[in-house]
């Protein structure tokens, strides 16, 4: 081994040439944008349109439980925490945008923000002590509460207008408001994907940013995060707290949607449901929230129209955890592309080969 | 407040009730220290053994004491599939996500029960519910006696399995380190075979005790799971004595919670709720990140 | 000036450091020894992952230990680590620039990169920063995990085996890069290295590690001459 020379500067690095100007965007990040505006412009212009109320509505539900799932896609892909009760907060988040629905006058969007900074604040104080625990003491911690809530709400039941805290008439119908400028159902559909969209785009600027950043930093090496100063534990009670927010804004939209809301509405085995449909459509895409969504509300609403039992599904979720957890972490929203740009490359291959002339002096045929 | 008098029946019901937790408690933990997988499937594979067993004595006329002993295989052999299949591919990943992959088989399970029974009200009727004696004032049935004393015959019997047979033993070597385990000799595909099967049976008891002792209903039975894993998770994934202890605790602050009108329709809560204060008491002392158990 | 006094860490019956008291002045110093010397504990200590037994740190005449482990970086402290952590999933002006992101002072996103290009550039790597570092080599992932080191105004860089696995043309990049640390950026730089070419080049002063104790420590060519550090690495036989 020679002496290290260390008298002759090390060369210039040709990285200058790019330092002009801010950071460009990626082609697929371009692609992810336009795709998002895409599906944004057909769900406000085109579908309401072309589609029956009734599936306008299940549409709906599409969309907020895609906003649940994104809380929780945020904590597992993100952060790497697994919470088996985001069901359950959805609850919280509906039975908290009820009560202060019924009880207080405050205009819709008011009344909906607050609900989420109250989920947030109750998903927060979980979270707190819970991140001491290690994953799996913490995923349960978030079982056992989320069936602990389950039976809570069965006797406590939904805020309808009625008496007291609990604010529950079991006699009353009355439905959970809706804002005043989307009172229909189409118009309550696009009302929601708009408030979806933010919360995505909140999402985003997240994931871009310094949170995301420090996230992947906790998720590859909780050391390496430390030592770039990241407060771990700030970060990951940060991901509880926007996970929560969002559900209890989804929340809110639920009440809205159904306006009558039961118990059994919200069984413990819907957080499994959830997380399977997460795990099913990636992780590590924020796309993956909204394939979770189509899976969780879309799916079943086909299956009753085909005729099919909606038990199918419950079966081909299970299968779907097993199967993501084998072999393919990212899930769909990594898989699809990857399988439709192998489909493409198949096709275009295919196409190469008939159009051209044979080259081994055989005739055509 | 009620009286010692209107205790008692509770206090029977919830010696029984804790009984089982117990025992699919013990079953839990001695699967967990062999193959680091807590079966979160467990309550789903004992709904399920109960289920097929009241089909094939209301539908098919099979003799009870036949369906029963279906009920318990069927445990076993389902959970000894799962384990044989999917066991070893996620062997090397983290407790988490083992658990989770369990989650995977119990939605499977559930999705099969509503398909195949719906939500139909049952119920299933040991005979043993049939047949009771008193102590002072109170009627105890045979099923509850079954219960109580399996928890705690099972437990004592696992521990001594545990230290004494070479299978036990065996597992007991692959809970602390798998890999030194496999190079001592010790035939681990069978000793885990063992440990899932074993876990499987007492899984299908239980389901069999629970349909009689709470109701036969898949979503119910499948989420006492988690009163199972409350008593497990206080011993720390670890002493089986404790899991009893916890058990039997929790079995008796729900049940004895009921005449208790002001949080009577909460008492089911009772085994979230204690569960949730034991971890968060335990993981005070950091003693969950460095306990075995916590990996 | 780095002032250790009495550092001792045990973990149950392991005494990984036993009352080692060394000072490292200013410039490149170089911390050295035999596999299992606590070298790496050292910079655990110092990072804050390990919380000592017995003993101080002062740097820069503040009390280092008194620092909960993530404000470590606020302060200025850096470091790499044996296996290299950069974070795959970032790119490499990402990787670089989040050292800014959680410091007072770092500036906004533009100034962030600014800063982070800089760095890029000084450590010598030349592929496109906003490449994913997960679908780097070797070589050049050290280099980011060196160039987080470097970035914004750090006070103490610790390089933990930097040169580990790297062939001899990539060393005598490095060994420049870090020469060139302390001079840049004003920062104390403590290297960790088996390399003894390496040490001999880049640090004025050496310490010595041994079963946790420090057993030489002063002018890098004389360490290097030490027969106890010889002792140390080799083994001797002595006669019964």
């Known amino acids: ?63 907020y439980i895609s906003v649940t799932a994104l809380g929780l896609n945020l904590l597992m892909g993100r952060v790497g925490l697994v919470s088996l009760g985001q069901i359950a907060v959805l609850a919280m988040g509906a039975w908290i945008f009820s009560k202060l629905s019924f009880s207080t006058g405050l205009p819709y969007p008011i009344v909906l923000i607050l609900t989420g900074l109250i989920t947030m604040v109750l998903g927060t104080l979980v979270g707190l002590p819970a991140l001491r625990l290690s994953g799996l003491y913490l995923a349960l911690i978030t079982l056992m509460l989320a069936g602990a809530i389950t039976i809570a709400l069965r006797t406590m039941q939904f805020p309808n207008g009625g008496p007291g805290f609990l604010g529950n008439d079991p006699n009353s119908s009355a439905a959970v408001r809706r804002p005043s400028i989307a009172m229909s159902d189409p118009a309550f559909f696009r009302y929601t994907v708009i408030v979806c969209l933010i919360m995505f785009l909140i999402a985003l600027w997240h994931v871009r940013g310094k949170a995301g950043h420090a996230w992947a930093a906790i998720r590859q090496s909780e050391p390496a995060a430390l030592a770039a100063g990241v407060n771990i534990t700030l970060y990951k009670l940060w991901a509880f707290a926007l996970a929560s927010f969002m559900t209890g804004v989804a929340g809110g939209l639920m009440a809205s949607d159904v306006g009558r809301l039961y118990a059994i509405s919200f069984p413990t085995d819907k957080s499994i449901v959830l997380l399977a449909v997460v795990l099913m459509g990636g992780i590590y895409s924020l796309w993956g929230a909204l394939i ?30 097993i199967q993501v957890l084998l072999t393919a972490p990212g899930g769909l929203a990594q898989q699809f592309p990857r399988d439709m740009k192998n489909l493409g490359k198949l096709i275009m291959r295919l196409f190469r080969r008939s159009s051209a002339p044979p080259d081994d002096g055989r005739a055509p045929a | ?20 937790f117990s025992l ?17 499937a467990y309550g789903a594979v004992g709904a399920m053994g109960a289920f097929i067993a009241w089909a094939l004595i209301n539908d098919h006329g099979w003799p009870e004491g036949v369906a029963y002993l279906v009920c318990i295989l069927f445990g076993g052999v389902v959970t000894l599939a799962y384990g044989m299949a999917f066991g070893p591919p996620l062997a090397g ?55 109580l004393a399996l928890g705690i015959g099972v437990t004592a019997f696992t521990a001594a399995f545990l230290r004494y047979t ?110 949730t204060i034991a971890l968060l008491f335990l993981s005070r002392h950091g003693s969950l990140a460095t306990a075995k158990g916590a990996r | 000036m780095i002032d250790i006094q009495g550092l001792t860490v045990r973990f149950g019956g392991v005494v990984p450091l036993d009352g080692v008291t060394v000072r490292f002045e200013a410039g490149t110093c170089g911390l050295i020894g035999p596999n299992g010397a606590g070298k790496t504990t050292f910079f655990n200590v110092l990072s804050g992952f390990v919380a000592p037994a017995a003993g101080s740190v002062k740097a820069f005449g503040e009390d280092l230990l008194a620092l909960a482990h993530f404000r470590r970086a606020r302060w200025g402290l850096r470091r790499t680590f044996q296996t290299e952590q950069a974070i795959e999933e970032l790119s490499v002006v990402n990787n ?3 050292m800014l992101e959680h410091v007072p002072g770092g500036g906004g996103p533009a100034a962030r990169r600014e800063a982070a290009l800089e760095a890029i550039e000084f450590v010598g790597i030349d592929v496109d920063p906003d490449v994913q570092v997960g679908t780097l080599g070797a070589r050049d992932r050290r280099l980011v995990e060196v160039a987080r ?47 003894m070419t390496l040490v001999g080049a880049c640090c004025e002063t050496t310490a010595v590690l041994d079963f946790g104790k420090l057993i030489a420590s002063g002018p890098t060519d004389e360490v290097l001459r030490d027969e106890h550090v010889i002792k140390a690495y080799l083994g001797t036989e002595e006669p019964a």
């Open chain 2, 24 to 40: 699919s408690g013990v079953g839990m933990v001695v699967l967990y220290r062999a193959t680091g997988v807590l079966n979160l």
């Open chain 1, 1 to 63: 081994m020679g002496a290290v020379d260390t008298s002759t500067p090390p060369p210039a690095a040709p990285t200058s040439k790019v330092r002009a100007g801010g950071r460009r965007l990626q082609p697929n990040e371009i692609r992810g944008l336009i795709a998002m505006a895409i599906v944004v412009v057909i769900a406000l212009a085109v579908l309401p349109a072309i589609l029956s109320v009734y599936w306008v509505t299940v549409l709906t539900a599409v969309a």
């Open chain 3, 149 to 195: 080191a470097v970035v914004g105004k750090p006070r103490l860089v610790l390089l933990d085996e930097p040169a580990a696995g790297l062939p001899d043309e990539e060393t005598e990049h490095l060994g420049r890069v870090i020469t060139r640390i302390p001079q840049e950026t004003g920062a104390k730089v403590i290297l960790v290295e088996h390399d």
């Open chain 1, 292 to 321: 979770a969504g189509a899976f969780y509300s879309l799916l079943p609403a086909l299956l009753n129209d085909w005729g099919l039992p909606a038990d199918l599904l419950t079966i081909l979720f299970g299968v779907g955890i």
């Open chain 2, 93 to 147: 990943r983290e407790p988490l996500v083992k658990a989770v992959a369990t989650l995977g088989l119990a939605l499977i399970l559930l999705g099969a029960m509503s398909w195949i029974w719906s939500d139909k009200a049952r119920s299933m009727v040991l005979p043993t519910t049939k047949e009771g004696f008193y102590v002072g004032d109170v009627l105890v049935n045979y099923t509850q006696v079954i219960g």
């Open chain 3, 96 to 98: 670089v620039a989040m």
């Open chain 2, 1 to 20: 407040m009620p009286s010692w008098q209107d205790f008692q029946p509770f206090i029977v019901t919830g010696l029984a009730l804790g009984g089982v």
């Open chain 2, 166 to 275: 070479k299978l036990g033993t065996g597992m007991r070597a692959l809970a602390d380190d798998r890999e030194i385990t496999a190079t001592l000799g010790v035939p681990v595909r069978r000793v885990e075979a063992a440990a899932w099967f074993g876990s499987g049976i007492l899984s299908g008891a239980a389901g069999l005790l629970f349909s009689n002792l709470v109701g036969l209903d898949a979503a119910t039975l499948t989420f006492l799971v988690i009163s199972s894993v409350a008593a497990a998770l206080i011993a720390r994934l670890q002493s089986l004595w404790v899991t009893l202890a916890a058990g039997m605790f929790i079995g008796l602050v729900t049940a004895m919670a009921t005449p208790i009108l002001s949080i009577s329709q909460y008492r089911d809560m009772a085994p979230f709720v204690i569960a």
